[in-house]
């Protein structure tokens, strides 16, 4: 009975397990091909882009792609979980913090120039904005085309500054001394707590929009090579006294627990006097809320530097690159770069119906960019700033400048320690790797 | 003769139920060792290494260096800070409240029904919901800072529910108990409505009030639902994640509660470290399984019949 228990028990065990172990099979060169491709909500690109998938499988009625969505803030974790089972997708974006592992760690494939519509390397590099490609280049070769890159500007709404008896043109801020103060004027408390902000900043974004700030003041995230942390102590002490004076327990201009700030500057409650965010915004006011996109109240002014700054930086940009999984057939490859290819040469077409940049020469030099609402602005500020951080301890790190601005500005330490933990973290992590 | 043959025949009807007992029993023993065993046992050999989630190369074998790491991590030990404080904050209140709530609408003669679905609702919630109602009255302009103003008499103050250190574990202790409450009560409910009426009967001829009722019949014989409530709430608030992470993201710091398994998540999915946190996984699941076995032990000797 017990012999006959065990060996029912086996062979359960081993019909059940068999389909799970067995998973991850490649498919053969010939015959369909399927691309699995995954990428982040977004309804204004599922509509042109489910269009280039049957346009695309009319052309190659060998192809079949399976386009899924998922939410941004979940993308990650499933690509993450999907990669780990060797069960990823064969194409995928994500912002290039999150995507660079994948290049470190050799799970995706160096671009197919001429699948994806070039006649080699060399051309397809030289059509895409200097730098632009940077950080999907390893040794040469690249493991991604850009299908956003995006930098951050100030936009501002007029009749936030006309109702506190400011010029907007005129008084908008210059220098982070300015936006405090100028946020000072435009603010609304009730009590303690604050119904209309004059500013406020992105905090989830840290590598984004706070690191550029400690730059302006001299200050780095990590030295040129790559072995120390948190560089120049001033620097750091300044951002953090800043960030702490900016808090509730400072002059209360603003928290990470308030509301988004760019998610409210289109609803034009006069909740925010001013939001940092990029280009893209202006689709999105205009989804929100035609009539104040269309009234000419908004403008976008450049992001502003510290009064003793030492470097002019803007917030860094980043970008969100199409990469392809190295772990499928070359035939699965090729058909995915051919696509993917074929999604990015439609440049204008993302740009006017969606809001994004593809870094393309031919698209920044054309006048569906130039004739932009404010394009020159963006295109000034990713001028003077640099591509974020990205490498493969990045989200590690954005987290650690999240605890040590958090900590200053909302649980009352002092800036000094706040960047004691920073550094001996931070370090600690960069050795660690 | 005729008594041994009778022993064989009801020996083989055993063995014969016993057989198709256990066929009944392998899909969900399959399930178990699947979706549970299996990961527990996976959990516990890759604790041993140094593995990167993304990384092609073979994981490093490195003992217990992990384990040592992690005693030796003012991290890990605020992790186990934050699990205690919102383990022993949410769980006892609730083992209290829920026993009270019971009680009270077990007493209730007219529309005891209502008061249970009305305390059960939050239940069926998820934890991503209930936490995006929450975040929702915890706002600085929301309802949270209006009623505490409104009660306190504190005009126009903000009480940093999601910002300042103390009131962030407190709120992510409030949303818990709002949520798992009526559940709890329920299963109190069922366990009073067990015991048998004829001991109060008796009680009462014997000349007892309400509370001498409660503490000298009521609680003794709930001893068990009292047990099963309290491992149940414990194991639960040790396991607790989706409202500190939402919180997280919505702004709230991290430190004050970044319990044992936000930081398990961390460290595994966005720092990649998936030995570390398979390290930090089997020891959650350690410290639970000692809880539960001193739960259950001290409660041996407080089994029920009536």
Redesign the interface.
């Known amino acids: 009975?017990k012999r006959m228990?065990a060996l029912?028990?086996m062979l359960?065990?081993t019909v059940?397990?068999t389909p799970?172990f067995a998973g991850g099979s490649q498919e053969t060169d010939e015959g369909p091909i399927t691309i699995t491709f995954w990428t982040h909500e977004d309804p204004n690109r599922t509509e042109i882009e489910n269009r280039y998938i049957a346009e695309f499988e009319a052309t190659h009625p060998n192809i079949t792609i399976e386009r899924v969505t998922q939410s941004s803030?979940k993308i990650?974790?499933l690509i993450?979980?999907a990669?780990?089972a060797n069960q990823g997708p064969d194409i995928f974006n994500m912002s290039i913090e999150d995507e660079f592992?994948?290049i470190?760690?050799?799970?995706v494939a160096s671009v197919d120039a001429e699948a994806a519509g070039y006649s080699d390397i060399e051309a397809l590099s030289d059509a895409y904005a200097p730098g632009s490609l940077d950080p999907v280049t390893v040794d040469g070769k690249i493991y991604g085309l850009p299908l956003e890159l995006t930098n951050w500007s100030i936009y501002i709404n007029k009749k936030v500054f006309i109702d506190a008896g400011l010029d907007p043109e005129k008084d908008y801020p210059k220098t982070w001394e300015e936006m405090a103060d100028v946020s000072e004027k435009l603010i609304i408390?009730?009590?303690?707590?604050?119904?209309r902000r004059g500013f406020d900043f992105r905090?989830?974004y840290y590598l984004v929009s706070f690191v550029p700030m400690v730059e302006q003041l001299g200050g780095k995230l990590i030295s040129d090579d790559g072995k120390t942390a948190i560089i120049n102590d001033e620097a750091w002490l300044t951002f953090l006294k800043y960030m702490k004076e900016w808090g509730?327990n400072g002059r209360n201009l603003g928290?990470?627990?308030?509301?988004n700030a760019r998610k409210l500057f289109n609803k034009d409650n006069n909740d925010i006097g001013m939001a940092l965010t990029g280009l893209y915004q202006q689709g999105r006011i205009h989804a929100d809320n035609a009539e104040f996109y269309d009234s000419g109240e908004w403008m976008v002014v450049p992001f502003p530097t510290f009064e003793n700054a030492v470097n002019d930086v803007a917030a860094c940009y980043y970008g969100h690159y199409y990469m392809v999984n190295s772990q499928k057939s070359d035939a699965q490859q090729k058909a995915a770069w051919e696509f993917v290819g074929y999604m990015l040469s439609h440049g204008e077409e993302y740009l006017q119906k969606v809001n994004i940049v593809q870094p393309t020469k031919t698209l920044m030099s054309s006048e569906a960019y130039t004739g932009m609402p404010y394009s020159s602005v963006f295109a000034k500020d990713l001028e003077r700033g640099h591509v974020v951080y990205f490498g493969?301890?990045s989200?590690?790190l954005q987290?650690l400048i999240?605890?040590a601005v958090?900590?200053v500005m909302?649980?009352g330490v002092s800036p000094e320690k706040a960047l004691a933990t920073l550094r001996a973290?931070a370090q600690e992590m960069l050795e660690d790797k | 003769m005729k008594s041994q043959q009778k022993r064989i025949k009801h020996q083989s009807v055993e063995?014969k139920q016993?057989?198709w007992g256990?066929?009944f029993v392998?899909?969900s023993?399959?399930f178990f060792?699947?979706f549970n065993f299996y990961p527990i046992i996976n959990a516990f050999y890759t604790s041993f290494f140094k593995k990167?989630?993304?990384?092609?190369k073979p994981p490093t074998f490195i003992g217990i260096d992990n384990y040592v790491y992690l005693i030796q991590s003012s991290?890990f030990w605020n992790s186990i800070r934050a699990t205690v404080v919102f383990t022993l904050g949410t769980f006892i209140p609730l083992l209290v409240s829920s026993l009270l709530f019971a009680v009270l609408i077990i007493s209730i003669k007219k529309g005891n029904k209502f008061f249970q679905i009305a305390l059960y609702a939050p239940a069926v919630l998820s934890s991503v919901v209930s936490a995006a109602i929450w975040l929702l009255i915890?706002?600085?302009?929301g309802l949270a800072?209006q009623w505490a103003n409104v009660l306190l008499n504190t005009?126009?103050?903000?009480h940093?529910?999601?910002?300042?250190?103390t009131m962030v574990q407190i709120s992510t202790m409030l949303v818990y108990f709002w949520k798992y409450i009526g559940y709890f009560v329920i299963i109190f409910i069922a366990g009073l409505s067990s015991i048998p009426k004829s001991l109060y009967e008796a009680a009462q001829i014997d000349g007892t009030n309400s509370w001498q009722e409660f503490w000298q019949i009521t609680l003794p014989l709930l001893k068990p639902t009292v047990v099963l409530v309290s491992t149940m709430s414990m194991l639960q608030c040790l396991k607790t994640f989706g409202t500190q992470y939402l919180f997280t993201?919505?702004?709230?710091?991290?430190?004050?509660i970044n319990v044992i398994t936000m930081n398990i998540y961390?460290t595994g999915?966005?720092?990649?470290r998936?030995g570390r946190a398979s390290t930090m996984s089997i020891i959650l699941f350690i410290i639970m399984l000692f809880f539960t076995w001193l739960q259950f032990k001290t409660s041996k000797s407080d089994d029920v019949e009536y």
């Open positions: 009975m228990t029912l028990l359960t065990l059940t397990l799970v803030t990650q974790e993450l979980t990669f780990a592992a994948y470190a760690n050799g799970r408390r009730d009590g303690d707590i604050i119904t905090y989830p509730p928290s990470p627990t308030y509301k493969e301890e989200a590690k987290e999240k605890g958090e900590s909302l649980s973290e | 063995k016993a057989r256990i066929a392998i899909p023993l399959v060792s699947l990167k989630v993304l990384s092609l991290n915890f706002d600085p302009r800072n005009w126009g103050a903000d940093n529910w999601l910002a300042n250190w993201q919505s702004g709230a710091p991290q430190d004050p961390n999915i966005r720092d990649h998936i």
